[in-house]
């Protein structure tokens, strides 16, 4: 099964809005509403504003198996919650403060990630592993043009996805927490790229 990777401002452009509206109508995703909304509702307005831009994960029949939204924010990380490792490679990415032992460095934000759990897609989704390589695909791109080596993400106390974002694959680490407006509270973690990764 081979997917391709569709920038959803690329799309914007060869197709009409109300189009591309109805073909991001087509994922759902009952474990998060969220991502079902923010699909639906506010990937084109954020893209076109440059928010945060969506990649579209087409199949081979050209549904819409999966996307993720990327952008970039500052992160603010307190060095006592990180190995020694961790630690020595995020100094390279950011500012050290001493006085209050934390590291300030920018990162790219995984903002949005998920598969397309629609009956008529579910046959022909890539699987989480694979979904994230992409994501990284296009970070790796980002940072040989512009720099950096940081991405994080934020998560919801839910241990099955937090194994998935830890696990040897993905590799992400915990580093901090954030409670929303909400009351919600979210898990951030964040992955390092490797200094010898590089973009094709
Ligand atoms: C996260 C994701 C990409 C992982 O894909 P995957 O590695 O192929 O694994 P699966 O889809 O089989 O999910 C693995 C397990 O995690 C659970 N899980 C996945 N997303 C979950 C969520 N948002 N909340 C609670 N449990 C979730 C699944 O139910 C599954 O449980 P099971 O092993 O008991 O069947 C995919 O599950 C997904 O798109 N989830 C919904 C969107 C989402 O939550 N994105 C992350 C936002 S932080």
Do not use: W
Request: charged share 25%.
């Amino acid at each position: 099964m081979a997917f391709r990777i569709v920038n959803l401002l690329d799309l914007l452009q060869k197709a009409n809005s109300n189009d591309v509206h109805d073909f991001l109508c087509t994922f759902s995703c009952p474990l998060n509403a969220e991502i079902e909304d923010f699909i639906k509702n506010k990937s084109i307005d954020f893209s076109r504003q440059k928010i945060s831009i969506t990649h579209l994960v087409l199949n081979d029949q050209e549904e819409l198996a999966a996307f993720f939204s990327l952008t970039q924010r500052s992160i603010d990380v307190g060095c006592d919650k990180l190995s020694m490792t961790v630690r020595k490679k995020l100094m390279r990415h950011g500012i050290y403060h001493e006085d209050t032992n934390r590291i300030q460095a920018c990162a790219y934000l995984i903002a949005q990630f998920g598969k397309n759990f629609n009956a008529t897609a579910q046959g022909e989704c890539p699987t989480g592993d694979a979904l994230m390589e992409m994501a990284f695909s296009v970070l790796i791109k980002v940072q040989h043009n512009v720099g950096g080596g940081v991405a994080f993400l934020e998560c919801e106390n839910r241990p099955k996805l937090l194994d998935f974002y830890r696990n040897e694959h993905n590799n992400f680490h915990i580093f901090g927490e954030r409670e929303a407006d909400n009351g919600l509270k979210y898990h951030q973690l964040m992955h390092i790229f490797n200094e010898k990764t590089f973009a094709n």
